[in-house]
């Protein structure tokens, strides 16, 4: 069995390959600039790559072949990827591709391109986590501005996020796409526990020993920040939107899937944290 794994050097995506190869499975890494396999499992599960660009439906074709599950990374910054992602689909139903999960978001209902996944696969998932722990780490927004202005910059005001361990989608990920049973429907995927950003503020202070604010700013000034940061407009008042719809209350719950799928109970932002 070979699961192709879309978006493979991401955030998910890389820790999906890392679990696949771990259990034996064999994962073609999917990029704009395939490269020499540099991720192994400690299992026999075997890599290889293939150049894939949402922008370019001649690499749709090949990705797919002989590929049994797609994990599915929709196009960035793209406001409404359906007309891009339907090609792709077809594809991957002329080649018998069995199973699909595809990354959404808790802050995006149903529907689009999620709606019409059971046109083309027979076993379909959709991801739908919350906002993931990682974005205060690396190069994201709210990591850069801690360690230069010692402040993460939002319009949550004190609307609470379950955060989610990114390590916790893959396995779900995983457990969908080459587990015995191909659950089909909409998983809603949280943290265990839901948090202000003044919470990560105090927790991202007590971990690093350097202190970090919150600092609440209005929807419009949140979206001006993302498009200086290079999000494109349409994208930037999206996101900021999504910090609204936070400080309303939106996210403000929890769900037991990540262990009902896993059989282990979702990793929490501190323990994300210290790993
Ligand atoms: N961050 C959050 O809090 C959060 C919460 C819920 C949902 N999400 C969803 O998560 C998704 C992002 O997933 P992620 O965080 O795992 O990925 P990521 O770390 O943002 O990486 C993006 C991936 O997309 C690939 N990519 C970029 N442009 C591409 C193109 N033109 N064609 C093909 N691949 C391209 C990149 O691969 P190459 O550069 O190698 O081509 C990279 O592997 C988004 O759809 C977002 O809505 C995020």
Redesign the pocket.
Known sequence: MTVLV????????SRLVRQLLEHDISVRRA???PSAPSVHGRGAGAVADVR????DPATFAPAVRDVHAVYV????GVADPEPIMIPFLVEAQRAGVQRVAL????AIPVGGIGARLADFVPGWTILR????AS?FTGDHLHARSARADGEIVSATEDGRVPFIDPDDIAAVARHVLAGPEAPCGDLVLTGPEPLTFDDVAAQLSAHTGRTVRHRRISVTDLSARLRGDGIPGAFADLLAGMDAAIAQGAEDRTTSVVEEITGRPARSFRSFLSR
């Open positions: 879309l978006g493979a050097s991401g955030t998910t995506g990029g704009r600039s894939f660009d949402w922008t990374v929709a196009p960035p990354l959404s978001s808790s986590p919350t906002w993931f974005n």
